[in-house]
């Protein structure tokens, strides 16, 4: 293997599931400002993570609903209130040809 290949702050640190509050300690580069314990009593290097192996309904098998027709709703009506304001924008500007 190649030598000093690692950054110098490869360490072990705690990653954290903040949708379930899972964790687990393993080395890692990546930067943080957190702090917290781990079961041994001592403290590491804290990374907070959106989603992992925990949650993720890929590894879990449980699907989780999402508010998707809320969405849609939504997007409908930015479209029709954008459709709106291009027609008053052709109307205005044939108006000014006319005159």
Known sequence: ?????HPKSYRLMIFRDSSDGQQFLTRSCASTNLTGKWEDGQE???YLMG???????????QQKFVDTA??????AQR???T??????KAAAGAK???A
């Open 51 to 61: 989603i992992s192996s925990f949650s993720h309904p890929f590894y879990t098998g």
């Open 1 to 5: 293997m190649k030598s000093d290949i």
């Open 44 to 46: 590491y290097p804290l």
């Open 83 to 88: 459709a709106e304001m291009q027609a008053a």
């Open 79 to 81: 479209a029709a209130k």
């Open 96 to 98: 000014k040809k006319k």
């Open 70 to 75: 809320g969405r849609v709703d939504k997007f």
